[in-house]
């Protein structure tokens, strides 16, 4: 396990000027293992990420005993930052009962017809799950604010559309999350933070690759040319909703491994705060119990 002090360094502080540029997408540990070879050091990441799973695994399932609390995780990143292999990793060790995970792509015409909202809500973790969410409602204030023609295509009525609404939509979120939170929900948000180069390096393996080519289209390459207004506007999002009830995490994710030992770090440590234990029976109950195995026994 990371101490709190390295994660923190990863967390957008709630209500405070955030800029990118103070993560660096390239971190590779503190001083401890910056001497280590890449091998070592995934070797080392690859260690320390069993163990958390395994602790994920056991809070799982108190999580799922106590049926109380949920969990929600959000991820978001550029293309080939690795998203699909933090949902793999992650839920590695996961009871699948007790997990979710949805991926949102750009809206059908029945959910254009509704508040942005109503397709993330009906989704939303149920009691003593974890749901992760592969692309969220934060597309809503990322890709459709680089591309403002998408907000054409919502319906919204003429007059709503001002230039007040990214900030609008901050609000709003902020108020669902909040919402979420007050009913039970933890909520844990991560930019998987990769840099323009290892985006360029990791198109070129899908292109270079014939087992890699699936996961090639063309459409990510005309996204990479909006880098710069991506980066604004993660910027500019990931400050305005980092909240105490929703914070937002910059996760360093040009190396795979590294980024996947903190996901898997922060997700416990906060499972871990609520502090789940199995549910204890009544004295009641406690007798039934007593009485069902007696029968069992002089069966
Ligand atoms: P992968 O490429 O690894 O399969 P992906 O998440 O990139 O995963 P795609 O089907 O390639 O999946 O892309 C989904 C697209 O849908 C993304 O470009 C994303 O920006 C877009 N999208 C998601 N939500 C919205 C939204 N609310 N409005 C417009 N576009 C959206
Ligand atoms: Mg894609």
Known sequence: MLNKKILDK??????????????DPGWRGDKEIRGLSDTELKQSAEKVLLQNLQELADQQAKLYADDRWSVLVVLQAMDAAGKDGMVKHVTAGLNPQGCDVYSFKAPSAEELDHSYLWRIMRVSPARGKITIFNRSHYEEVLVVKVHPEYLKK???PAPLVTKKIWEERYEDINNFEKHMARNGT??????????????????????????KHWKFSAQDLNERQYWNDYM??????????STKWAPWYVIPADNKAVARVLVSNILTRAMEELKLQFPTVTTEEKLALEEAHKRLVSE
């Open 10 to 23: 990863f967390r957008v502080t709630p209500g405070k000027k955030f800029k990118l540029k103070s993560i």
């Open 186 to 211: 933890i909520i844990l948000k991560f930019f998987l933070h990769v840099s323009r180069d290892e985006q360029k390096k990791r198109f070129l393996e899908r292109l270079e690759n014939p087992d």
């Open 232 to 241: 604004r506007a993660y910027e500019e999002g990931l400050e305005a909703t």
């Open 154 to 156: 919502q319906k919204l």
